[in-house]
């Protein structure tokens, strides 16, 4: 937990990160976790993806932009990538961030952009997952949700579990139709509002989990966690639910061993796969998530 809160305190640390994104180390920091700097990038490592049997979600990383030129820009990043997921048959949807399109500035003017962006995806067959950021955003961010999916039907929104109000959020948009995208969360967040300990979390998760099953409408598991898998397969099994009715999430780079061994047995998986030059504050919290990416970046930064 300390170590957690370490790497979380830095990744808010806006001096660090302008030196961490202008290094020339940060190709070796990122490689195994963001899929390059670029759309393009981006979209042959989605391709490589989908050949394997894999889904993906493309995101293109920026958060808490500080003007609407800005989030227009945002904007019009993804309707490309959009036109082009399109263009080349890639299995891919698409995750925002609602301060990327502005909520920060006008909660108004990002929701015409995320709708712009919205019905173009369901034009061209797709859909668009709404990450969720840190507490404050969560009662903005679900007004959003719920708008855009009457509207549009094509979103869906992540809900964490580690904060205590999901399981109220989870019976509200079973009930509006709104589809979920269930994780345990990666930011610091107050005693207050979140549960700080492991083991409450997980609890949690698999109650939400087995209440989306009951009452949801296509939902995504989002964990690396081998023991959420294997009791939301076991729950699954016993109550005759097929691989169709839901999927698994996972992050690009993270425990590609149980990725591909999921897609092998045949349950639905999507890779979150992220690209773009701001890559630090997503690194960071890979990093904070589970200490074995630490781990493994130190190996990997010793290696000539």
Same mark, same amino acid.
């Given at each position: 937990?300390?170590?957690? /809160? ?7 640390? $806006? ?25 393009? %990038? ?17 995101? +293109? ?6 003007? =609407?030129? #800005?989030?227009?820009? /945002?904007?019009?990043? &993804? ?9 080349? /048959? ?7 961030? !609602? ?6 500035? /006008? ?19 797709? $859909?668009?997952?709404?990450?969720? %950021? ?7 961010? @679900? ?29 509200? @948009? ?7 995208? =269930? ?11 979140? &549960? ?14 087995? @209440? ?27 109550? $005759?639910?097929? !691989?169709?009715?839901?999927?698994? #999430?996972?992050? &690009? ?35 904070? %998530? +589970? ?5 493994? =970046? ?7």
């Amino acid at each position: 937990m300390l170590m957690r /809160s370490l790497v979380l305190f830095l990744a808010r640390r $806006g001096g660090l990160r302008r030196w961490m994104e202008g290094s020339p180390l940060a190709g070796r920091l990122t490689s195994r976790f963001v899929a390059g700097g670029s759309l393009e %990038e981006a979209l042959r490592v989605a391709c490589a993806l989908n050949s394997e049997r894999l889904l993906v979600t493309l995101d +293109r990383l920026g958060e808490n932009v500080t003007s =609407l030129d #800005q989030a227009a820009a /945002s904007l019009q990043a &993804y309707l490309e990538a959009l036109e082009l997921i399109s263009a080349a /048959s890639i299995q891919a949807t698409i995750s925002i961030k !609602p301060t990327q399109f502005g909520m920060n500035l /006008s909660e108004h003017a990002c929701r015409a952009n995320v709708a712009a962006l919205a019905e173009k995806a369901r034009r061209l067959g797709t $859909g668009v997952e709404l990450d969720m %950021e840190s507490h404050e955003y969560v009662d903005r961010t @679900l007004r959003l949700a719920v708008d855009l999916q009457h509207r549009f039907h094509c979103i869906r929104v992540a809900v964490q579990a580690y904060l205590y109000r999901s399981e109220k959020d989870v019976e509200q @948009l079973c009930a509006a139709g709104v589809p979920v995208r =269930l994780c345990k969360g990666a930011y610091l967040e107050p005693r207050s509002v979140a &549960y700080p300990r492991k083991r409450d979390v997980d609890a949690n998760y698999l109650r939400l989990a087995h @209440l989306l099953l009951a009452a949801g409408f296509d939902p995504a598991f989002a964990t690396h966690d081998q023991r959420m898998i294997s009791a939301i397969q076991n729950h699954v099994r016993q109550r $005759g639910i097929g !691989p169709a009715g839901f999927e698994f #999430q996972m992050l &690009y780079g993270i425990r590609r061993d149980l990725q591909r061994e999921l897609a092998r047995q045949g349950w639905r998986v999507r890779l979150y796969v992220p690209y773009g030059a701001a890559w630090y504050p997503y690194f960071m919290r890979r990093l904070a %998530e +589970r200490p074995a990416n630490i781990l493994f =970046l130190l190996r990997n930064l010793m290696r000539r």
